[in-house]
DNA sequence: TCGAACTCGTACATCAATGTTCGAGTTAAG
DNA sequence: CTTAACTCGAACATTGATGTACGAGTTCGA
């Protein structure tokens, strides 16, 4: 017993047990779900929706904000690697419509979590996380008006705005019934290309 | 003493004492303030801004919900006023630009508000008296359609909708420091102009 | 199979919001 | 001036959410 110290958080110091690592996955699932439907959202909705207990849950994430600060990271890592896969090549216009065409439901997810979550975790955290985002579609921006094809009478961060303003105006239609999903991104490119063009 | 009944609330059957209708409108005055200006706010707080007691609220509105009907009651009557003072003559694109210039704070406001008021009302009660101000605006942009001047390849309400999220887009701009209050309504109408010419 | 890691329900303390009641004071209106 | 309407603070009951503590049971991992 001189070395018995080699319990099992000893040997696996960062790891956690599979079944502790698939109910922190679930939870990550069901709040995604929950956070980015509606506002107000529970930690006891969380659990229930996860088929885990409240203080199960407590076990894995400290406090709502840390729960939620997990969801968010979570989702802005998902947003990194769908702008890893996408093909930015070519002109500035058509890769924008590529990236509406594949990402505009998860630049929807993520806008309403964002959204529901305010409040739980401080606006400068958000920001440091949501910046670099922008940038991205900044500089694909840019490029496109050193092309010609976009306009730069209005400026840039307006942009930006009104274009994530769509997609969210897009996804409302579809909530309400006067757009099928299949419409929606037709319909946002189409929108899109008439207010980038100079 | 034989008519002795001639109480106050039998003369003024449908009237308020002058001090009691002054607290409601600070009430509402305060109100509007608060919920068009963030989410989860409390009664208490309306009662405070207002500068009144919290039962004193309470003894002109019942209840939470109710304050919050009279609020949007409130502010829809003070949008169908403003479109009555609007001049909606001549080409349907100059009278949406006419209409953005003067209202589109109000619309920005009045959006808020209603944001930060779904869950206190019922949908339904909400659409009943959201839909007329909707059917103004949809009247306004066929009128345009007819003349040639607005896109008809798009949903009608696509285009509606558009016009709301980039109203609200323009505030969001206009909180976050990108943009000023004189830029904000010369930017959404060069946008809408673009989105909306076919 | 053994022990540590993990889960679970129950129970508890705390906090904030809603809505009500009471009684004493103030104010408008006739 | 008289009275009814109104206001106010303080106190109370209720509800729902957050976070913690405990102890008994289950499951993973070596």
Redesign the interface.
């Known amino acids: 017993m001189a070395d018995g110290k080699t319990t099992a958080s000893a040997r696996r110091p960062s790891g956690r047990r599979a079944d502790a690592q698939r109910n922190i996955d679930k939870i990550l699932d069901s709040g995604l779900k929950l956070y980015s439907s509606r ?2 959202v529970s930690v006891a909705e969380v659990a229930e929706a996860a088929g885990v207990g409240r203080v199960t849950l407590y076990g894995h994430f400290p406090s709502r904000t840390e729960l939620a600060k997990a969801l968010m990271e979570r989702a802005f890592e998902e947003t990194n690697a769908a702008w890893e896969a996408v093909d930015t090549d070519g002109p500035a216009e058509d890769a924008l419509e590529r990236i509406l065409r594949q990402q505009w439901y998860l630049m929807e997810r993520n806008r309403n979590l964002r959204d529901n979550i305010i ?1 739980d975790v401080s606006p400068q955290w958000l920001r440091s996380r949501h910046d670099p985002i922008l940038e991205r579609i900044e500089a694909l921006i840019i490029r496109g008006q050193d092309e010609g094809a976009f ?1 730069t ?3 840039l ?2 942009l930006i ?2 274009l ?3 997609v ?3 996804a ?2 579809i909530t ?1 019934g ?2 099928t999903p299949e ?1 929606a991104p037709d ?1 946002l490119v ?2 899109l290309r ?2 980038y ?1 100079p």
């Open positions: 506002p107000g409040g306009r009478d209005l400026p961060s307006w705005t009104a994530y303003s769509l969210h105006a897009a409302d239609e309400a006067h757009l419409q319909t189409a929108s008439s207010l063009r």
